[in-house]
């Protein structure tokens, strides 16, 4: 099976912290994702990487950087957490694979709460 | 922008009933559809994948695409109360990433 690990299930961070997401798959997959889910409002693309150290702005790339140093690793980093930024991030792979249905894997989520 | 819209619900249905959940597009180009369940404090997870027009059936589910109309559905027979989660309608978004719709919940009533 595919798994998708987030590095935390529940984050507190203090408005000013930077903070740092972890995702982790195991399945060899080109692409990764980091959504945030509000109600509402659904899944809003943040930002999404297709390879190692590439990286593409979503819809509200605003506030958040991203890192893909290995295939299997993307981080998310708020550079400044405000408490706008509390959500619900949810991390996401997929792959472009021939044969393969093109859906999207999600890790567990983190429920980060800027105070 | 691209987008997909949905009824946000709550939309209650009896069990063993037939739930229908629907779902527009605006991008006229856009070529597979997806539906994803999402149950309370979980991640959503896939149950139908269709990018022909028509139907396509899966058990319970039934997916039905019309991209004349840019209208995807979600037909869930013999609704049970194990069904009642949020629906994510989702387009592949020219391979690069996802397009979700904000969901509509769904509750089947014992």
């Known amino acids: 099976d595919v798994k998708v690990t987030q590095s935390s299930r529940y984050l507190v961070k203090r408005t000013g912290e930077k903070v740092f997401l972890e995702c982790v798959q195991d399945m060899d997959h080109e692409n990764m994702f980091w959504y945030r889910q509000d109600p509402g409002l659904g899944l809003r693309l943040i930002y999404f990487s297709y390879d190692v150290k590439m990286k593409e702005k979503g819809d509200i790339p605003e506030g958040y950087s991203v890192s893909r140093e290995k295939k299997e690793r993307f981080s998310l980093i708020l550079e400044s957490a405000s408490t706008n930024q509390t959500s619900m991030y949810l991390c996401?792979?997929?792959?472009?694979?021939?044969?393969?249905?093109?859906?999207?894997?999600f890790g567990q989520g983190t429920r980060l709460t800027v105070v | 922008q691209k987008e997909v819209e949905q009824n946000s619900g709550p939309l209650s249905v009896p069990e063993g009933a037939i739930a229908s959940l629907n779902c527009t597009y605006s991008?006229?180009?856009?070529?597979?559809f997806f539906w994803y369940r999402q149950y309370s404090g979980k991640s959503p997870e896939l149950i139908m994948f269709i990018y022909s027009n028509g139907d396509k059936e899966d058990g319970r589910f039934t997916a039905q695409l019309n991209k004349a109309s840019q209208y995807v559905s979600l037909l869930i027979r013999d609704s049970q109360p194990s069904d009642s989660a949020t629906y994510l309608c989702?387009?592949?978004?020219?391979?690069?990433?996802?397009?979700f719709g904000p969901g509509t919940r769904l509750s089947v009533l014992p």
């Open positions: 989702a387009l592949d978004n020219y391979g690069q990433n996802f397009v």
């Open positions: 996401a792979s997929s792959t472009t694979g021939t044969g393969f249905v093109p859906e999207a894997f």
């Open positions: 991008d006229r180009g856009s070529q597979s």
